[in-house]
Nanobody, 122 residues
């Protein structure tokens, strides 16, 4: 069974930083793409970033470009999301997901973690 476990969320002030981690099982990490999504209360889940495990290509939502950086450590099957210059609108539950193609829609990712809360205070 695929498994993804997120960690690293928390409460931070505007302008602060957090580093999220997504630890994947061996089965899940075989999928080519690991993505990060977030969901704020009352809003739909939205794409944040993704990384292709094969070639290292990365993708970002326009709202986080220049502030967030996605990276991977294949030796420990972990993907990281470094979030800098955080804003209140970055608040939400952050989920990592695994899929076969680089995509920005949740339906393209069959495996999901349970999420980690990120709260940015103004």
């Amino acid at each position: 069974q695929g498994q993804l476990v997120e960690s690293g969320g928390g409460l931070v002030q505007t302008g602060g930083s957090l580093r999220l981690s997504c630890s994947a099982s061996a089965l899940t990490f075989r999928h080519y793409v690991i993505g990060w999504f977030r969901q704020a209360p009352g809003k739909e889940r939205e794409f944040v970033s993704a990384i292709n495990r094969r070639d290292g290509n990365t993708h970002y939502a326009d709202s986080v470009k220049g502030r967030f950086t996605i990276s991977k450590d294949s030796a420990i099957r972990t993907v990281f999301l470094q979030m800098n210059n955080l804003k209140p609108e970055d608040t939400g539950v952050y989920y990592c997901a695994a899929g076969g193609v680089p995509a920005d829609t949740p339906r393209d990712y069959p495996y999901w973690g349970r999420g980690t809360q990120v709260t940015v205070s103004s």
